[in-house]
Structure formats: structure tokens, C-alpha cells
């Protein structure tokens, strides 16, 4: 996007982006002074609108801490820039600041030379603790957790806890500080209570008594879409992450995982265009890595459909002497792909939002089957309407037998529509008993699936309504 | 789904129902003690695997509050029923308890006259504020937002906030209570700071000193979506809802923005299916919903692919004469509606995530014209080997012209995929140009505008490269 198109967007970020420019190039150390009210957020939008070789000097200016927020807000492939333009010692500075989970990720986007160069020259808790969690995958719980969370003992009373994190709070800590989580003399996690319910509690009682036993967790290796059902079904602001022991490892806070739910749904909605999904925003990615995740899908389903050819080659006889069924191929073939395509869009999301399960597949079956019959009637009644207008007035010669063509389409359309349902939305099934994503269910697959089938369809029936007359 | 499949999801609610259910029968009075460490989601989905009569009985044998609790977890429409089952006098005192924004939720799903009847047996403040909140619409700020949460007089020191703060959460107040405003005497909204910092704050100072004075907020008109957006781009636990005159009404909670994010989502999968969004989940709407929901743009995709038989009746004479012609029409039109699919689904979630504005239309023009043709290339060196391969192969006789018949479907190929890929690319932009939604560019709708210009394209190049040969 292009600064001017984006400060019509982000106004708070756009009226004060020329200022800062000026400051910048005129009195570098009142910047901090004159931007101390602003959310991080939109500090990072101002630094997007600046000259890139501005954004250093503006972080520069800045408190440690705050430019350390900036960065967390800042665009990834921006981030990445700045932090590769930096020396070492610069940059680690920056990511020192940051919150572990958001420092983890910004070292991922940089490549692991530079990416070394910087862990070596954090100070040692933090480097030692960076390196353990890029360990974990991206896309698993461990990859999201930060390490900055709070746990006291259970056997500690509320005043004690309540002091306790109000020192790690002066300590200018930043991150999953709502929840508290009490663990055992062995650091297994024993129950968890929201800051909100610690103030609430009774001055003089012990945390035993007040916090909650049941703590929903997730292993360090879960993938990133259960830490997201979780917290959804359990309105969680946190989603404590555990070892084998149960002992607490770090924690996901809801704000990553919103951007789980974002991303995850941007990669189902490009699958379902009927391409590979993207790992980076669509403006971001370069020409060729565009082309490679489209061109991949566009040639199996082009070779899919390849079979359209072969069967119409199967009947080409027919299609000789009445080559009027040519005309209605390709409304039949697409009306079989458009409900289809329907189907899968509608199984995709109730198995996404786990309404449906696997074993639900023949009750989907049996409460498809009658929809497909009756949106295949609609078009079918559609279709005979079609014929029978365009006979009566004459727009169209239908070889002598317009009722029996009209008969032809409407019963095709009837076939090819209830079988598109039924593949549209039996695939996702199919897919994920085979182990598949059922998210590959695309629309653009659903409709390969159903051309073949449709031809066929619709030159058996043409075979037994119009034998005889037209063939 | 029905109980035995929910069990192997739902593990927790599980293990303990058939327990439950055994107390319920003999020992209610036990049933309270016996689930009280269950999370009130949890107790919810036990609720969802007892017999439908028995979930009064539950809620009954439990403290109201805690009954008030598993409401809110409780299924929509399995709420909805138990609701109407009570007395007014019960269902009021369960609504009572439950937090504003929820019980306003809950209303709206019952029919009016049940819905006045529990308003009426409501206590005055909670009645008074319910109906204010009902006002709202559902798919607005004001619609999603509660009126419990925690604002002070600026010029209140830490100390005396955070006494206040507890005072409230002991009172048993529940949501919103991680962020604390702070209002001038008139009620204005002047800052914001979440309770990690009021309690980091130093002791003896004054709010005013302390809290964030640039406050994120949005007009109680504001769509869902906005709210969506700004909890996403500032990371907020709470969104600020205000007056006109920056007066606080309410907040809307990260929990509901999730629930948005994953309605807002279903709803767009569905669209891009080519179908209406469903207000309920695919489960709980009824046959005749479903079937309206996508009868509709069936129909009107079916009437538009109608074009498709009126291009190919003016292009009879060739068809007749070149019958072979007829045989590539399913792979070259699909592969214009798949590439048109994939732009299209590129585009909508760049929209969507606001990566790309409405002005930016021709640069992305630009960006896919590009792409378009690279991918036409591609499949049309595909298209080219499949036909000189059958041709040697003597699968298929192609009129004693195989290159000019491959050189006819390789062009074709390129147009087509070229042109989908810009009428996919561009048509969620038309949309919104004028007005509409565009997530309404569905993979089929798009397929429908290419397929009948693909006939065109395939026509008008075999028009120019078999003349004096097939035609």
C-alpha cells in the first residue's frame, strides 16, 4: 500500500507523520517528548509512513522499552529491515525489550546468520530463553507462548500474591499479567484465578482455597488452531502451556491468538479459491512464489478436467447428430460445480467450528441428499422453462422435439445437481479420513470432481429420452 | 450431533454427565457441590449431553450465579429452549445474574412476547438496562457491548482506584475488568490503563498521571467489524463504547470480538461458496433455511450461465463443422473460472485484512495481468502436449490439423486464464466501488461471468486459426 493510500486509513497515524517527519530531521530528542501519548500501534503506523531510512533513527529516539513496543506493532517484513540494517549490539538491544514470544518471532523472520549475530549478543537470560523457544515450531503452542507470565506458590496467601505481582509488575513486565497461575513445590501448575478474582478474593486467604483446580492447558507441541478452540470455548484471556509434568512453560495470550484465528482463516479462504495458501500476506509475496502456489493447483485440476474431454470425446456420435446438446454442456456442467461448491463451503465451516465430526459424514449424507434434490428440481424447472420460451418464440430450433430436449436438460439438471451436493459435501469428509486437510476441499476441485460426472450424467440421460428421435 | 459423537470431543463434559445425570435423578441437592471445580463451559457442555428436560433441573440444583454462568456457555438454541420452558419469574432470575451484554443476547433469540414477559419480572436497574442495550443493533458496538465495567474520576489516586476496583469485583461484577477508565466530571472519557498498571503504578499518584490519555473508542453505531479490527490492530482486552460526547456507555469484551472474527469468517467461506451467509450455525437451521439460502444465487448464477447456451448457438455453424471443437469447451472455460477463483479469494482477504483499499485497484491490476498471463502460458503448454500427444498416440482424430487445433486450445488457454484472472482479481473492487459487499465475488459467480467470455475467446481464436482449414 502506498502512504498516500494508507493515511486515508490510519488517521491518528497521518496527522502526526509529517510532524514527526520534521522533528526528526530537526530536533531528534524531542521526538520521544512529543509522541509519548501515542498507543504503540499507532507509533508503529507513523514509522510505516516514514522514509525507511527514517524508521532506525525514529526507534533510536525513542525510550528503550517504547521502541520495543513500537517493534512489536511494526509490519513483519518492515521489522525484519530495520533489524537487518541495525548492528548486533543495536538490535539486540531492541529485542532485549521486547516480550519473549514477540522477540522469538521477529529472530524466525531474519535469516539465521544475522539472526545468531543477534541472539549472541542478548544479555544471558534472555538468549538463553529466546534459543528455547525458537525451538518449538512456529505453529504449535510452544511457538506462540511467551515465557512472561505469573505463578506463585499455592500455599502463599492473597496479600502475598497480590504483592508478588505488583513487583513483577513495577518491574516493567508486560505480558499475561491477568491471569495467575498457582503451581506446587514442584512447579506443576495447580489451579489459576484472574487477577480480577485475586483482588476479589478475601484478604488472609491462602491461594488454595481460592483459585480454581481445573486448569484447562495445552502441551508445548499442540497446534495453534487447539490453543485457538480453547480459548474461544473457554473465553480464556490465556492458555497456559505445559510440560509432561504439567509443569508451566510459558503461556498464549489471546491477542496471538486472534492473529491465529486471522491468519489460519486466510489461508482456508485462499484453499478454498483452489490454491495453496500463502505463508506470507498477499502483498508481500513476491511474483514467483504467487505464481508457484496457483500454478500448482490450476495444472491438477487442469489435468482433472482433461477427462471432460475424454468423455465428450466418448460421445462425440451423439453429439453429431444433435449437436444442439452441445449448447446446454456447459449451464449443466456449472450449475452440478456451483452447488457443489456450495456444500463444501458449508461442511468446511461446521467442521471447522467442530459442529460436525468425521462420523457425522452419513448424516450430512442423508440431510444433503434431499437439498440436492430439491435445488436440482428449482434449476431443473428452470431449465424446461428455458427450452420450452425460447421454442415459443422461436429463438432456437430444437430438431422438431423441444419437449424432449426440455426433458433432457431438466432431468440432467435434477442428476447433476443432487450429485454435486452430495461430492461438495462428502469431499471435506473423505479428505479428512484419508488423513488430508479437508480444507483442500476447494470449489475449484468440487467442480473438476463434478464436470466428468456431469457429462456423463447428462448424455445417459440424452441417450434414453432421445433415442430414437434426435439420436 | 448427537450425544455418542460429541463424547469423543468433548472429554471432560463426558467423563462426568452420565455421574451428573445419576445425581440429578437421585440427589439433586448434591449436584452443586459435586461440579463446582467444572469450569462453567465444561458444565455447559455436560448440560448439552443431558436429556433436554433435565437441563432445568441442572441449572436449578446449582448456585444462580453459577447457573448464570453455564447459561452464557450454553448452545443458542439449546438457551433458547430452556428459557422458554421456565416461568418468567425463574428465566428473570437466572438473566439477572447473567452479564448485561449476554443477557441481551439471550433475549434476542426469544419470541417477543416471552422476551417482554421475562423484561417485565427483571429487577428495575437490570430492566432498565437491558432494555436500553436491546436498542442496539446485534451487529454493532453497541449491540456487543456491556455495561459492567470499571470507570474513575480522574483525579482519584492509585490507591483509591484500586480499592474501588476490588469493591467491585467483590461485589461479584464479572466482566471488563482488566481495563480501567478514567472520566473527567462530565463523564468524558479522558484515559485508559489496564490493571497491571494501575497496580504497577507508584503509590500516592493521581490517575490523570498515570493513564494512557489517547483512548481507542468507537461510537455505539460503529459495525462489528470496526470493533474487530481495532482489538486486533491495538492488541485491547476491551474496546471502549462512547456517546457522542466521549461519554462511556459500555465495552465490548475480547471474548465477543473472537465470536465475531469466527462469525464474520463463516459467513464469508459461505459467500465464497456461492451462497447467502446463514444467520444460524449449518446445524441448527432448518431445511427450508438452507435450501432459500442457496436456491437463490443457484438460480441467478444458472439464468447468468444461460448465456453460455446463447454463445454457443451463435457459434452452431462452427460447431457443425468442426465438431472436434466441442470437446475442449468443459477444460478451457473450468480453467478461466478455477484461475478467476484463485484471484478472487486472493483479493477478499486482502480486503478484508485491509491490506489492499479500493484505490489500490489498479495496481493490483497490474500485479494480476501479469500473473494471468504467466499462468495461461503454463496451462496452455499443457493444453498444447495433451493434444499433439493424442494425436501420436492415434487416440483422437483432430480433422488432419492437430497443430492448429492444439494451437487454437493453447491461445484459447492463455486469453481465458488471463481474463479470469483479471475479472476475479477485479470484481471484488467493483463491488465495493458500488456499494456492496465483496465478499459477494464467489468462486462461482466469478466462474459464471468467465465461462460465457471464454466461449467467446475459444470461438473467436479458432475462428482466426482453423479458417480455410476445420472452418
Known amino acids: 500500500m502506498s502512504p498516500e493510500q494508507r493515511e486515508k486509513e490510519r488517521s491518528v497515524a497521518a496527522l502526526v507523520a509529517p510532524d514527526i517527519l520534521d522533528l526528526l530531521r530537526s530536533a531528534p530528542a524531542a521526538v520521544a517528548a512529543e509522541t509519548e501519548e501515542l498507543h504503540p500501534a499507532d507509533l508503529a503506523d507513523v514509522a510505516e509512513l516514514l522514509p525507511r531510512e527514517l524508521i532506525a533513527p525514529l526507534l533510536a529516539a525513542l525510550p528503550a522499552g517504547r521502541a520495543a513496543s513500537v517493534m512489536e506493532y511494526l509490519d513483519e517484513e518492515l521489522r525484519t529491515e530495520v533489524l537487518e540494517a541495525m548492528d548486533a549490539e543495536q538490535a539486540a538491544g531492541l529485542l532485549a525489550r521486547m516480550t519473549p514470544d514477540e522477540r522469538t518471532d521477529a529472530l524466525e523472520e531474519l535469516d539465521e546468520a544475522t539472526a545468531d549475530e543477534i541472539l549472541e549478543e542478548l544479555p544471558e537470560p534472555a538468549r538463553r530463553e529466546t534459543e528455547r523457544l525458537l525451538e518449538y515450531a512456529p505453529d504449535t503452542a510452544g511457538g506462540l507462548m511467551t515465557t512472561e507470565f505469573v505463578s506463585v506458590e499455592e500455599t502463599a496467601t492473597v496479600e502475598a500474591a497480590l504483592s508478588a505481582v505488583r513487583g513483577i509488575a513495577r518491574a516493567g513486565r508486560r505480558e499475561a499479567m491477568g491471569t495467575v497461575y498457582t503451581v506446587d513445590a514442584r512447579g506443576t501448575v495447580t ?15 491462602r491461594l488454595v482455597d481460592v483459585a480454581w483446580t481445573e486448569v484447562v492447558s495445552v502441551p508445548a507441541t499442540a497446534d495453534r488452531e487447539e490453543v ?147 435445488l436440482g428440481a428449482i434449476l431443473g424447472v428452470v431449465g424446461v422453462v428455458r427450452v420450452m420460451s425460447w421454442h415459443a418464440l422461436g429463438l432456437q430450433d430444437f430438431g422438431g422435439h423441444p419437449g424432449l430436449v426440455a426433458t433432457t436438460v431438466g432431468l440432467s439438471l435434477v442428476g447433476v445437481v443432487t450429485f454435486g451436493t452430495l461430492v461438495g459435501s462428502m469431499l471435506p469428509f473423505l479428505l479428512r479420513r484419508f488423513g488430508f486437510d479437508p480444507a483442500s476441499a476447494s470449489a475449484p476441485l468440487v467442480a473438476t470432481l463434478v464436470d466428468v460426472t456431469g457429462l456423463v450424467i ?12 434426435l439420436l
Open 228 to 374: 485457538a478452540q480453547l480459548t474461544s470455548n473457554y473465553d480464556l484471556a490465556a492458555v497456559p502451556v505445559v510440560d509432561a509434568d504439567h509443569r508451566l512453560l510459558g503461556v498464549v495470550t489471546v491477542d496471538d491468538v486472534i492473529d491465529v484465528i486471522q491468519e489460519e482463516q486466510t489461508e482456508d479462504v485462499q484453499k478454498l479459491g483452489g490454491m495453496e495458501a500463502l505463508e506470507e500476506p498477499y502483498m508481500q509475496s513476491g511474483f514467483f512464489t504467487l505464481l508457484r502456489k496457483r500454478a500448482g493447483w490450476l495444472t491438477v485440476l487442469f489435468v482433472g478436467e482433461m477427462f471432460t474431454a475424454a468423455a465428450m470425446a466418448r460421445y462425440q456420435a451423439e453429439l453429431d447428430s444433435a449437436i444442439i446438446l452441445a449448447l446446454f454442456i456447459p449451464l449443466i456442467i456449472s450449475s452440478g460445480g456451483n452447488s457443489g461448491s456450495q456444500a463444501t463451503s458449508l461442511i468446511l465451516r461446521a467442521l471447522a467450528l467442530k459442529e460436525v465430526e468425521l462420523s457425522d459424514w452419513w448424516r450430512m449424507a442423508a440431510r444433503e441428499l434431499p437439498s440436492g434434490l430439491a
Open 191 to 205: 489451579g489459576v484465578l484472574s487477577l480480577r478474582e485475586l483482588l476479589a478474593a478475601p484478604e488472609g486467604a
Open 458 to 469: 447428462y448424455f445417459s440421460v440424452a441417450l434414453v429420452i432421445l433415442r430414437g428421435t
